[in-house]
């Protein structure tokens, strides 16, 4: 057994060492000088970072695995997870703030040619009702018919058209975004952010994009005109993306 109980031989993640010692600290005085409230959240802290590392370290591969990517290592068809993908968007509110927004439930995949990235393609599928803008009001709206009327068009998708490669990570894909039963042609700046093994031996793939739309042309143009000018909705929406797929067979 080594200093903090794992097997001989075997490093457990730098937290989790690090956790655990910090935990035994007490017993030799080290922590003696602090109050009780602060020793019992040192505690705390210390058992939840040796508990994380422990779920790591347990798990197959024991934690993740990063190496640099390659174009011809992103070769296949991966599908996008929904719990560690973001698919954001954001608009002003009367000239001045920036609301922000996200969709909560959606699916996806990618067909990747890393040998001829322009064969690449991409197809998602929004729920339109599962839009969140931390406001029940606001999202109720947006749901409504002057928005989204999410009863008669309960789907946004995107279906890619093509894909150009940039040099380096960057890539420009091309697609038809159909939003409100209007489909009108987009551009996606993206970036690969890279390919790793999960603690469960899923292969994953990294995508940061972003593209900025007029609401106008899918047919969003309800707004109000402000006293001092302006309008309370912008036109634009900046649409962003942080996407994290698995690897299929």
């Not at 422990?54 to 993740?64: E, K, S, V």
């Not at 409100?180 to 603690?199: H, N, Q, Y």
Request: glycine residues 12%; hydrophobic residues 40%.
């Amino acid at each position: 057994m080594d200093p903090v109980g794992g097997p001989a031989g075997v490093e457990e993640p730098l937290v989790g060492r690090a956790a655990l010692h910090l935990a035994s600290a007490q017993h030799d005085g080290a922590t003696a000088l602090l109050s009780w409230p602060a020793r019992a959240v040192w505690t705390l802290l210390a058992v939840t970072f040796a508990h994380v590392a422990t779920l790591a370290g347990n798990a197959p591969g024991r934690g993740m695995c990063w190496a640099p990517t390659t174009l011809e290592q992103t070769t296949g068809t991966w599908s996008i997870d929904p719990g560690h993908t973001r698919i954001g968007f954001s608009a002003k509110h009367a000239m001045v703030a920036t609301v922000r927004g996200q969709f909560a439930e959606f699916s996806g995949a990618l067909t990747l040619d890393g040998g001829a990235p322009e064969k690449s393609s991409a197809e998602v599928t929004i729920l339109a009702s599962s839009i969140s803008t931390s406001s029940e009001d606001r999202d109720n709206h947006v749901r409504g018919g002057d928005f989204l009327d999410v009863e008669a068009h309960p789907e946004i998708t995107f279906g890619s058209t093509g894909v150009r490669y940039a040099g380096g990570d960057d890539f420009a894909m091309l697609g038809d975004l159909a939003i409100r039963g209007i489909s009108r042609p987009v551009e996606l700046k993206v970036e690969l952010e890279g390919l790793a093994t999960d603690p469960f031996g899923n292969e994953r793939i990294g995508f940061s994009g972003e593209t900025t739309i007029s609401r106008k042309d899918f047919g969003l143009t309800w707004n109000v005109a402000l006293e001092a000018g302006g309008v309370l909705v912008s036109d634009k929406v900046k649409i962003t993306l942080d996407v994290s797929a698995i690897k299929q067979p």
